[in-house]
């Protein structure tokens, strides 16, 4: 699996552990950065990963900013990009086998390496149910997309 990787400034802390808990796994790294501890805006590199989500250039991807939050949010902005914040197992495991979430947020500030590592295993080993209630439910969620890509803003 190719999977995507992009930090903030904030998110520096965790880039070696993140970035090796991936390649660890057999999976290929596409690294968006950044790699210096200059400051940058969060959104700048959610959009960067949820682009390449977007294109297939990566089939998933961990974002890691201070909190996490500002990034999953700015990422879920994305036509296509389902984005979760996640600091617990299951929430990281049940994020794609139900929701089909396809990038992982972490929040630096949170957790630690051994927590984001282990958080990351999970998120890449889970694999979509595809069973019909969530194939239902995620079709309900493409709807609501396609209604606000429609709505004029107010």
């Known amino acids: 699996m190719k999977v995507g990787f992009a930090c903030d400034h904030a998110g520096l802390p965790l880039r070696e552990a993140v970035t090796a808990a991936i390649r660890g796994r057999g999976h ?82 949170i957790i630690g390496p051994a927590l984001a590592v282990e958080l990351v295993q999970t998120f890449l080993a889970a694999a979509f149910s595809g069973e019909d209630r969530h194939l239902r439910r995620l079709a309900k969620v493409a709807a609501l997309e396609q209604k606000e890509a429609r709505r004029p803003p107010e």
């Open 28 to 109: 290929e790294t596409v690294d968006l950065g950044v790699f210096t501890p200059d400051p940058v805006d969060y959104p700048d590199v959610a959009e960067a990963l949820g682009r390449a989500v977007q294109s297939g250039r990566v089939d998933r991807g961990v974002l890691v900013c201070g909190s996490g939050v500002g990034g999953a949010v700015a990422a879920n902005k994305l036509h296509g990009v389902r984005a979760c914040l996640c600091h617990d197992s299951y929430s990281a495991h049940q994020a794609v086998e139900h929701d089909n979430v396809n990038v992982l947020a972490l929040g630096a500030r």
